[in-house]
């Protein structure tokens, strides 16, 4: 999340009326409603644990154990079990 000084984005009439509320201090604005994103996705990191946990599954199909499998990815061996048996 990168940080903007609120002078440069909004008017001043705003950002006094900010200042009466909290100074010199950070301030998160959520997004709108249905203008939120899950996380990871701004990241790309969700498709990469999707990728990797498809993966994980197609190697327990082709007959790799979860204790083997909870080795090769450093997961153990409780996270490997939760992705083998999501729905």
């Known amino acids: 999340m990168k940080y903007v ?4 984005l909004l ?6 009326e900010l200042q009466e509320y909290i100074q010199g201090g950070y301030i998160y604005v ?3 409603m249905g203008k939120q ?5 701004l990241s790309g990191y969700r498709k990469e644990l999707e ?6 599954t197609e190697e327990y ?3 790799y ?3 083997l499998l909870a080795d090769r990815h450093g997961l153990s061996v409780y996270a490997i079990r939760k992705i083998i048996y999501r729905k």
């Not at 008017?11 to 006094?16: A, D, N, Y």
Request: net charge positive; glycine share 10%; proline share 7%.
């Open 61 to 63: 199909r082709a007959g």
């Open 51 to 56: 990728r990797r946990n498809r993966q994980i």
């Open 11 to 16: 008017p001043e009439k705003l950002v006094r």
């Open 5 to 8: 000084n609120a002078r440069t």
């Open 30 to 32: 959520p997004a709108g």
């Open 65 to 67: 154990t979860v204790d």
């Open 37 to 41: 994103r899950r996380w990871g996705e």
